[in-house]
């Protein structure tokens, strides 16, 4: 079956340490997408890309990196720069990239990190 | 990049009632998006409507839009348990990125 894989489920780290979150998708799209879910917010664009080798900044993209050398691979480094890590991280993509006609998203399970 | 906001924050209601969840913007929208999330895994995307259609059904789930009001509902009919989540609106805008309202979390009783 396609789909996304996110891993790990839960990610534990010491404050000041870089983290990478690993997603990976199966489902042949062109679109990546990283969005941070804080409780009782909605959630907001990280990173995102649209074609191997290249990507644009969201919305949040500060003490955030990211690197789309593969098209089925966009790992996500939460770096000590970020002030506030700890939240569900979830990872995303779409057959189509940003236009007219938006295809709907493909989310992974996510990743629960806490900083301590 | 603008957001949509759901109304209410969250609905409890009676297993087999209707559930009614409205979704406000601000600026013009390309298309609008419902997602579901159960508690703890990624979001499910459930339909897309777009801004010049006015409703659309899938299975027991019914949306409307209504781009004079810059608002859109969902209603899920006859509910289940399983349909307890939290149900999220997505908009696009200028710019054509997709913004989440905060969502409404909606509990069903048996």
């Known amino acids: 079956d396609g789909g996304i894989t996110q891993s790990p489920k839960y990610l534990f780290r010491k404050e000041g340490q870089n983290v990478t979150l690993s997603c990976e998708q199966n489902?042949?799209?062109?679109?990546m997408y990283w969005y941070r879910q804080d409780p009782g917010q909605g959630l907001r664009l990280i990173y995102y890309?649209?074609?191997?080798?290249?990507?644009q900044k969201g919305d949040i993209a500060e003490g955030y990196s990211v690197s789309r050398e593969k098209k089925e691979s966009f790992p996500l480094t939460v770096t000590s720069a970020q002030k506030n890590p700890t939240a569900f991280y979830l990872c995303?993509?779409?057959?189509?990239?940003?236009?007219?006609?938006?295809?709907?998203?493909?989310f992974g399970n996510g990743t629960r990190l806490t900083v301590t | 990049s603008q957001q949509g906001e759901e109304d209410p924050q969250a609905l409890s209601i009676q297993e087999g009632e209707n559930a009614t969840m409205n979704c406000s913007y601000k600026?013009?929208?390309?298309?609008l998006q419902w997602y579901r999330q159960n508690s703890g895994r990624g979001l499910v995307h459930l339909i897309l409507?777009?801004?010049?259609?006015r409703e659309k059904h899938s299975g027991r789930l019914r949306v409307t839009l209504d781009t004079s009001k810059k608002s859109s509902s969902l209603l899920i009919t006859a509910s289940r348990a399983a349909d307890t989540a939290s149900y999220f609106c997505?908009?696009?805008?200028?710019?054509?990125?997709?913004?989440f309202g905060a969502g409404t979390t909606v509990t069903v009783r048996a």
């Open positions: 995303a993509s779409s057959i189509f990239t940003y236009s007219s006609y938006n295809s709907p998203l493909h």
């Open positions: 489902l042949n799209h062109d679109a």
């Open positions: 890309s649209q074609i191997v080798n290249d990507f």
């Open positions: 600026t013009s929208i390309n298309n």
């Open positions: 409507i777009r801004s010049n259609e």
């Open positions: 997505a908009t696009d805008g200028n710019d054509y990125k997709l913004s």
